[in-house]
């Protein structure tokens, strides 16, 4: 069982940045796929970025690349999504998620077997 909680988010003003974290709960982060993924009012929960568990790949979505860095700490049990230049676009709900994986990394919502609450952006103008 991976227990995930998100931080960072709030509201900033558009071409601002954020930077959101993610941590996790258990002594086998090291083993975990994880991934960022959003969600805005009447839409799908839609992949932002995600990083294998060693790191060594990692992959961004089209919508937020060149703005949007994934990293992550397993020292600290942390993943992190750096997000720059932000649009008003941009605004939702950002989860994380974990999957069990020495491997790859992950970009689909059903790969993924643990999910925090979320943490809430929102752009202004």
């Known amino acids: 069982q991976v227990h995930l909680v998100e931080s960072g988010g709030g509201l900033v003003q558009a071409g601002g940045s954020l930077r959101l974290s993610c941590v996790a709960s258990g002594r086998t982060f090291s083993s975990y796929a994880m991934g960022w993924f959003r969600q805005a009012p009447g839409r799908e929960r839609e992949f932002v970025a995600a990083i294998s568990a060693d790191a060594g790949g990692m992959e961004i979505a089209n919508s937020v690349k060149g703005r949007c860095t994934i990293s992550r700490d397993n020292a600290k049990n942390t993943v992190y999504l750096q997000m720059s230049s932000l649009k008003i676009e941009d605004t939702a709900v950002y989860y994380c998620?974990?999957?069990?994986?020495?491997?790859?990394?992950?970009?689909?919502?059903?790969?993924?077997?643990?999910w925090g609450q979320g943490t809430q952006v929102t752009v202004s103008s």
């Open positions: 998620a974990a999957t069990y994986s020495r491997g790859t990394y992950y970009t689909q919502r059903t790969q993924y077997d643990y």
